[in-house]
């Protein structure tokens, strides 16, 4: 059968590293117990404001037609809440309402790429936008942002990666995987090499609220990018509400004239009740759901802690987001062959972080979205696993020691 060339040419996101995913939930299926820290998806209910707005919108029939691009009301929210927490002044034309951020990212692909063009991402990136931008006919160039920098973009390789063909730039911060919040020195740096290349900027700020170290920075606001720069938010990680599947881009106006129309072909305007819950939610707690944030930085503080100083392994403390980062490289495992014997053995599942870029080859991206006392098993179990491997391969701990 033949299909569309840009459908052949996407490979599924992040393919190999689901694997484990995939067989610990055929392992759950079967009745057993696993500890399950892959998808970025969380415990936490969604806020109770927003699930009560959703029952009366849909009591008083709330259930047509709407705007493609979205309810006036809640464009409007987007709009002053935005601007609250950037600084940047938008008016709700500006917002364009979308399924959750990925359909956001999608927009924005479709809206500025021309097949062959090439989108610079530091990697480790977002595992769905090689293949969103691909959608588009796009090139996703991946610029290391490795370990030894945080994390944190090698913005002189981004200018270093532009070409002919380059149209933009995305990135994600805080980051997923990695949690780094980026500075508003390589922010300003990274709109500098687009106003130099008359390059978009397609900032993905899902995890904006959570931050633990430094200050979330909206780079549409510094000073020259709002003429360039797509903001993609959503209420998925911030309000706990991913099955909702509420989110947005904000851009300049032309941009979201264009996006508008394409909205028309695209979703044809998102569930009205779940549009009207998403004004409650982003009311009410316009800083995230109420304690999530707290909640994800004893999470973080529990594993981190209970990780470090184990032989052959080493928490990243995340900077910001909802993961922790664990380096397996001194157990000579793969990132791989780790994660499938700490699920097989001691029944967690993490994701080999592998697939989100060449920075991350060797680590586990384990998610904090479980309770608290199962985090704190999980860290117990994976602590556990790594010693067994370093009295196996018969290493004293103090030679770890020495190798980290
Ligand atoms: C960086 C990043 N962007 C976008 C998304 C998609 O979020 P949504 O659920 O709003 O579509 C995710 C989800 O994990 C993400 O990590």
Redo the contacts with the bound molecule.
């Keep these: 059968m033949r299909f569309a060339s840009r459908i052949s040419s996407l490979a599924s996101p992040g393919k190999s590293g689901w694997h484990i995913h995939h067989v610990a939930k055929k392992m759950i299926q079967r009745g057993e117990e696993v500890i399950l820290l892959t998808?970025?998806?969380s415990d936490f209910a969604s806020p109770a404001g927003a699930v009560a707005a959703a029952g009366e919108s849909l009591a008083r029939g709330r259930t047509h037609y709407t705007s493609s691009a979205g309810e006036r009301s809640l464009r409007d929210r987007i709009a002053r809440w935005h601007t609250g927490r950037s600084g940047q002044k938008v008016d709700a034309d500006q917002v364009i309402v979308?399924?959750?951020?990925?359909?956001?990212?999608l927009t924005a692909a479709l809206c500025l790429l021309d097949p062959g063009d090439e989108v610079i991402v530091p990697e480790p990136?977002?595992s769905?936008?090689p293949g969103t931008i691909a959608t588009a006919g796009g090139i996703a160039v991946g610029v290391p942002s490795p370990a030894e920098n945080r994390f944190h973009p090698l913005v002189d390789r981004m200018a270093a990666a532009v070409t002919a063909r380059t149209r933009a730039v995305f990135l994600?911060t805080?980051?997923?995987?990695t949690g780094a919040v980026y500075t508003l020195d390589e922010l300003n740096a990274v709109g500098s090499i687009c106003r130099q290349h008359d390059l978009w900027l397609v900032s993905?700020e899902?995890?904006g609220s959570l931050v633990f170290e430094g200050t979330h920075v909206s780079a549409a606001a510094l000073p020259g990018l709002a003429d360039r720069t797509v903001t993609?938010?959503?209420?998925?990680?911030s309000h706990a509400m991913?099955g909702w599947?509420?989110?947005w881009m904000i851009a300049p106006p032309p941009l979201a004239a264009v996006a508008a129309s394409l909205s028309g072909y695209n979703t044809y305007g998102i569930p009205t009740f779940i549009q009207d819950a998403a004004v409650v939610a982003l009311e009410t707690e316009p800083e995230g759901a109420a304690g999530l944030k707290a909640a994800y930085a004893k999470r973080r503080r529990r594993m981190c802690e209970a990780l470090e100083g184990i032989p052959g392994i080493a928490p990243h403390w995340p900077e910001g987001?909802m993961f922790v980062m664990l380096d397996v490289r001194l157990t000579n495992l793969t990132s791989h062959d780790f994660a499938a014997e700490l699920l097989r053995e001691y029944g967690v599942a993490t994701l080999p972080a592998d697939d989100f870029g060449q920075s991350t080859v060797g680590y586990l991206r384990i998610n904090l979205g479980a309770p608290d006392d199962l985090i704190e098993e999980a860290a117990k179990r994976i602590a556990a696993y790594a010693r067994e491997l370093a009295k196996r391969r018969n290493v004293a701990p103090s030679e770890y020691a020495a190798l980290q």
Excluded: C, E, F, H
């Design positions: 998808v970025g998806d979308t399924i959750g951020a990925q359909n956001a990212l990136m977002y769905t936008y994600a805080p980051n997923n995987p993905d899902v995890y993609i938010g959503s209420l998925s990680k991913t599947r509420l989110g987001g």
